[in-house]
């Protein structure tokens, strides 16, 4: 009876294990959708500063400061992109660090997992695009 609670034991937590890669997975996603949308704002407010710049070597400065209320609008965005990256990095980096928690668990166990994949190692990763996993 024990054994069979810590074969369940073992499997719950390498099903935790999967469904936390999962999760990092899709964080990973919403993290380089952010900087996807992150770059253009930035070469937007570039664009918009060199403007200003222009307008006041000509001693345009009432332009210059028409320019740079825009680019106030832009510099939000640019900071409230910034927050958001911040936190999708940080959300990324603790499910694979809770991850990894749990896979050492799971080995600790006695669960036979591969360290990586979190699979059950019976079947090789080959043919899945991942690295073998090292011997231990």
């Known amino acids: 009876m024990p054994e069979r609670f810590t074969e369940q034991r073992i499997r719950d937590i390498e099903e935790s294990v999967v469904a936390l890669r999962r999760e990092a997975v899709v964080a990973?996603?919403?993290?380089?959708?952010?900087?996807?949308?992150?770059?253009p704002v930035r070469e937007e407010a570039c664009r918009i500063e060199q403007e200003a710049f222009e307008a006041m070597g000509r001693g345009e400065e009432r332009l210059a400061r028409q320019i740079l209320h825009r680019q106030?609008?832009?510099?939000?965005?640019?900071?409230?992109?910034?927050?958001?990256?911040?936190?999708a990095r940080r959300r990324t980096i603790r499910l694979l660090k809770d991850a990894v928690r749990l896979d050492k668990r799971a080995r600790q166990t006695g669960g036979a997992t591969d360290g990586w994949t979190h699979r059950p190692s019976t079947g090789p990763s080959r043919g899945r695009g991942l690295p073998e996993p090292a011997a231990r």
Request: overall charge neutral; charged content about 45%; aromatic content about 0%.
């Open 28 to 39: 990973i996603v919403r993290q380089n959708e952010i900087e996807s949308r992150l770059g």
């Open 72 to 87: 106030l609008a832009k510099l939000a965005r640019r900071d409230a992109l910034r927050d958001e990256l911040g936190e």
